[in-house]
């Protein structure tokens, strides 16, 4: 049959051979997503921007370059309480804002018009009255030639995120408030503290005088001057009653030169620390008051007719802050034992080294009396510690 002949007819070698190895040109609509959109779109690309507009939940306007509203997507219309859509078609843009707001509007016209994005935020009623807070972005739209044609305005109800902030600032405020007051009843707790710590002192050193010479006038002389010795941790931390947590070297320091002036005693100090250490109020206090004890004791021994020199040195050890306070005195006695030992000031130093983890050492001082290291471990700040309320304990090796 002929039509068998012509099928069996084998093609030119010239046409299998032609083009070997090369690829047919890809359509360069089908490697562009934007371009094959615009071929799917091809006669309804108005269409299809209305739907876009009109399922976007913001309340989005097109605005004539002269500020007039010519659209507005029914999501907007409904966000913005509208009865009749066609009483907002030709009006101001500026006219539809509170007075306050509308050289905002304005302004972002006119930006739109120079081909720049603005935004803002501002508060709006609707038009039946509903408070309304807005975040606005405002664009120019430029035609086929690439001029401004008009402007498109977003504007999205930011209502509740601005209701929490202004909330949230009313608490903040409200705190404020109760810390400042916080602070005026601490300051005066901290003077009637004083004051009562001046008295009790006052009625030891008179009861004293008056026993002058006996047990009696000795024990109260000792028990006004550990008195006064907690008066002054009392003073020294309450320099800063805000803080969280305080440097130990700047506050340890400023407490033995306090207590020197006391005791009248010759001071050196020795910070050999890698870095800040800091603790809370009550471990300082205790320490404080170790400090205090150690200093006191190095005096009284010390003999009452010169002027006992005292080195304090605060050094870091196994983990551990080490506070060390030497005198030149006539040293510690033969046989001493710490275990055996009951003066109160001793005892004091006992249980708040143990409370604190430590431990006391006894020693000969280089500088020919007697020397007492006491290690600690400073307690790291609680989680969620505020920054402001001091940092970390520096690393120890």
């Not at 997507?73 to 009865?83: C, F, L, P, Y």
């Not at 905002?104 to 009623?125: D, H, K, Q």
């Not at 006038?217 to 947590?245: C, F, K, M, N, Y």
Request: glycine share 8%.
């Amino acid at each position: 049959m002929p039509t068998v002949t012509n099928a069996a007819r084998p093609r030119p070698a010239s046409k299998v051979t032609s083009l070997p190895n090369k690829i047919a040109p890809a359509d360069p609509r089908s490697a562009n997503p934007d371009l094959r959109a615009l071929d799917l779109l091809a006669g309804s690309e108005g269409a299809f921007a209305l739907s876009i507009l009109n399922s976007s939940p913001d309340c989005i306007k097109l605005i004539e370059l002269d500020g007039r509203v010519s659209f507005m997507n029914s999501n907007g219309v409904v966000a913005m309480e509208i009865d009749d859509a066609s009483t907002i078609e030709d009006r101001l843009w500026t006219s539809m804002w509170p007075e306050e707001q509308r050289s905002m509007v304005e302004s972002m016209i006119l930006a739109a018009r120079r081909g720049e994005i603005t935004t803002f935020e501002a508060y709006r009623p609707t038009f039946t009255g509903t408070p309304r807070w807005w975040h606005v972005t405002s664009a120019p739209v430029r035609g086929l030639s690439g001029q401004i044609e008009r402007i498109v305005s977003i504007s999205r109800d930011i209502t509740a995120t601005v209701t929490a902030r202004l909330r949230l600032q009313e608490e903040v405020a409200e705190k404020d408030a109760a810390l400042a007051r916080q602070k005026i009843l601490l300051g005066e707790i901290d003077h009637r503290v004083k004051n009562s710590f001046a008295a009790v002192i006052g009625l030891l050193r008179l009861q004293a005088r008056t026993h002058a010479g006996s047990d009696a006038g000795s024990l109260l002389a000792e028990a006004a001057s550990r008195i006064v010795t907690l008066a002054r941790v009392h003073e020294q931390l309450h320099l800063d009653p805000g803080a969280g947590r305080l440097e130990l070297s700047e506050y340890l320091s400023s407490l033995a030169k306090d207590l020197c002036g006391a005791l009248n005693c010759h001071l050196d100090i020795e910070v050999e620390l890698s870095g800040q250490v800091q603790s809370s109020p009550s471990q300082a206090a205790a320490i404080g008051q170790i400090l205090a004890e150690l200093m006191g004791n190095a005096v009284k021994h010390g003999g009452p007719d010169r002027q006992t020199r005292i080195v304090v040195r605060l050094s870091e050890r196994r983990g551990k802050l080490v506070l060390s306070v030497e005198d030149d005195g006539p040293g510690l006695p033969d046989g001493f034992d710490p275990a055996r030992s009951r003066g109160l000031g001793m005892q004091i130093c006992r249980i708040y080294s143990t409370e604190m983890g430590g431990d006391l050492n006894f020693r000969a001082s280089a500088l020919g009396g007697a020397a007492v290291d006491v290690s600690l471990v400073i307690e790291p700040p609680a989680p969620g510690t505020p920054a402001s309320m001091g940092t970390d304990p520096a690393p120890r090796d």
